[in-house]
């Protein structure tokens, strides 16, 4: 099988080597991919790795390469394409329907491209989520005067897409006001805050959620915990993400039960009878909330993605024994049910380094040190790149992430930590704290 596979950051690094695994793959591209991905050819055994100069968004350009290459299969691993419409595409295009599309349609993706869409998704089906209104530039003075009902801390969403930098968090009332000015009438975030969502802030533990369904079936995969803030003890600003962990221990088979019954099949369900059956990756991101009544932790969603996670799906796919393209074709052809998702009992610990002043301004071309000398780890590329001569150099704010699968979380954060400490280049930056509130949660329990 010819798959082709778009992206270029550690999400789809990762999601390359499960792809490549599969004894069903015999010719993987990736669209444009990294260093990391470039690498592979060296070592995929019978399948062929290779990247291709091309834009995720680019539907004519990819059209034509999968005309040309016979792809079989296109998985996607950004947001941007599947809120562009890449699904529907393919489907309005004679010569390419029968391609398998692993993503959802253009209505289903507006589960991300619109936070205001899903939380009206999430009111239809009683799914449980946070109270929220929504305001534009018209209603502005409503949604102050909203914002005085509510308790600080204070949560303003753009709608739209905002690169992962959409969604603030405000200590004070004042604070609150002034930023929401900035997004509806000064267009912080441009188009994508053309509406806000401001809802009530939900105190609790974060942790992500994802799903594998072909429309009516969904495989649950395992739980992770991803790391925001660039600074330790979630201090500064929010990234892309700083690392993350698989599974979450208080994630039990209890917790998960009602994140099931509550939120999974509800979600999958509610997009099948309004006629959008979802073919993909859902992303639940969950805020587990003490519930005061019970004793009890209750998930709630704060948000859908639309595709795996960034860097969730680092901890995550190496942990999926199953064979990948096999699992994507069962999405495909609407019979998931009758595969198995096996998952290895290790843990996943993944730490992620960055560029010197990520995520504001900082630079790209700097010569990364020390990649092969990683032993017993994975090493995902983000943003990377390789110049004429084969050397790799960084190429983005995010730039790789060390994973490592161990008997224990303890044990696969130090080795984690002892492998990352082996690369370098000037301005690397990386959290020490990954992973570290989990632990003391149990030792507390």
Known sequence: MNILLLGSGGREHAMACKLADSPQCEHLYVAPGNAGTAAMANHYGQTIVQNVDMQPTDFPAIHSWVIKHD????????????????RDYFAEQPSLRKVMVIGPSRECAQLEGSKDYAKEFMHRHNIPTAAYRTFTADTL?????????????????????????????????EEAERELTAMLKD?????????????EYLSGIELSVFVLSDGKHYKILPSAKDYKRIGEGDTGLNTGGMGSVSPVHFADKHFMKKVEERIVIPTVKGLFQEGTPYKGFIFVGLMAVSNHITGKIDPYVIEYNVRMGDPETESVFPRIKSDMVDLLEHVWRGNLQQTTLEIDPREAACVMAVAN?????????????????????LVFHAGTRMDDKGNVLTNGGRVLCVTTLATSMPEALLKSYQELAKISWDGMYYRRDIGQDLLKLEVSK
């Open 187 to 199: 267009a912080k975030f441009g188009e994508a805050s053309a509406k806000v969502v401001i809802e």
């Open 357 to 377: 002043g990520y995520p504001e301004h900082y630079e790209k071309g700097k010569p990364i040190h020390g990649i092969n000398a990683v032993s017993g780890s």
């Open 71 to 86: 792809i079989d299969m296109v998985v996607v691993g950004p947001e941007a394409p599947l809120v562009a419409g890449i």
């Open 141 to 173: 003075q409503e949604g102050i005067a909203f914002l005085h009902t509510l308790k600080a801390p204070y949560v303003l969403k753009a709608d739209g897409l905002a690169a992962g930098k959409g969604v603030l968090i405000l200590p004070t009332l």
